[in-house]
């Protein structure tokens, strides 16, 4: 199994600033994703962070409002720009040890509201 | 592309009593299907993980189903206590990483 640890844990941010979430990862792994949860919603997959090269986006999901770093294989960012009280939300970093047929293991997630 | 949906959407039931969850997806496509069980403002424990060509994993008191031809999925928990009181997600891997259903919201009242 992975350990994950996030931080920060939960953050209370005013409107049009910027947030940036620290995914840690106890072990080297190949894949890393961010996740959002909405209230009262369940996961939905904001990206892929890709080592060494851009973020693979899902629909819906764009660069310049969700930055993501990954400069190597144990550590991601995530940066939620110019927040507006609709990116309230938890965020949950998520890796993959191995490809796709082994299990997703999920950080405690980051709790933000946007004032 | 892939759609998971649970039924119910919230479950209330006296402590003891066994009771299943459901989960439906609509690409049988699938690597795994996971359980996850979320506790209010935290993150995600992995109950169990059932392979593509499995039928079933038990830990414990936990029994996940899984019939991909149909595209279904139960978690049967035994004997239903107030900690097992959370909100159980299932959710499915296949080309793409997992995609989640919006749970079960169960409530085990003492």
């Known amino acids: 199994s992975a350990v994950i640890s996030q931080k920060p844990s939960r953050d209370i941010c005013q409107r049009g600033t910027s947030l940036t979430i620290q995914c840690q990862v106890d072990?080297?792994?190949?894949?890393m994703f961010w996740y959002r949860q909405q209230p009262g919603q369940s996961l939905t997959l904001i990206a892929t962070?890709?080592?060494?090269?851009?973020?693979?986006?899902e629909s819906g999901f764009v660069i310049d409002k969700f930055p993501i770093s990954r400069p190597n294989l144990t550590f991601s960012t995530l940066t939620v720009s110019n927040m507006s009280p609709e990116d309230s939300s938890i965020y949950l970093c998520s890796v993959a040890p191995l490809a796709s047929t082994d299990t997703q293991y999920f950080g405690p997630g980051t709790r933000l509201t946007v004032l | 592309k892939q759609e998971v949906t649970q039924i119910p959407a919230a479950l209330s039931v006296p402590e003891g009593e066994n009771l299943v969850l459901n989960c439906s997806f609509t690409?049988?496509?699938?690597?795994?299907l996971q359980w996850f069980r979320q506790d209010p403002g935290k993150g995600l424990t992995s109950l169990l993980l059932?392979?593509?060509?499995?039928r079933e994993q038990t830990s414990g008191r936990l029994n996940a189903s899984l019939d991909k031809s149909s595209g279904r999925s139960t978690l049967y928990i035994a004997a239903s206590q107030p900690g097992d009181s959370a909100t159980y997600l299932c959710?499915?891997?296949?080309?793409?990483?997992?995609?989640f259903g919006k749970g079960t919201r169960l409530s085990v009242i003492a």
């Open positions: 059932i392979q593509s060509s499995q």
């Open positions: 072990s080297q792994v190949t894949m």
């Open positions: 690409d049988s496509a699938i690597y795994n």
């Open positions: 962070a890709n080592q060494g090269s851009e973020a693979t986006y």
């Open positions: 959710a499915v891997s296949g080309n793409t990483p997992l995609v």
